[in-house]
């Protein structure tokens, strides 16, 4: 599975200004805060997306508005 992470950060103007901040692929080798395996990459459908926000520097504070889960394409 590929993830992508796009930001807009002209809050929708003109359509947006869309840029990609990150991405990973999922195969299954990802590591845990103590250096084990995950277990394989999760290729099922699922009903369910859950974010997590580790490690925000200075204790910061993540925001999210106007966003969306999309299948983008199968590898």
Same mark, same amino acid.
């Given at each position: 599975?590929? #993830?992508?992470? !796009? ?6 103007? *003109?359509?947006?200004? !869309?840029?990609? %901040?990150?991405?990973? %692929?999922? &195969?299954?080798?990802?590591? *845990? ?6 277990? =394989?990459?999760? #290729?099922? =459908?699922?009903? @369910?997306? /859950? /974010? &997590? ?9 993540? &925001?999210?508005? @106007? !966003? @969306? ?5 199968? #590898?």
């Amino acid at each position: 599975m590929k #993830l992508e992470a !796009w930001v807009d950060r002209t809050d929708g103007k *003109d359509g947006g200004t !869309w840029a990609k %901040v990150h991405e990973m %692929v999922d &195969r299954g080798d990802w590591l *845990d805060k103590d250096g084990k395996n995950t277990g =394989p990459a999760y #290729l099922a =459908p699922a009903t @369910s997306v /859950f /974010f &997590r926000n580790d490690e925000l520097e200075n204790g910061g504070e993540a &925001r999210y508005k @106007s !966003w @969306s889960i999309r299948e983008i394409a199968a #590898l």
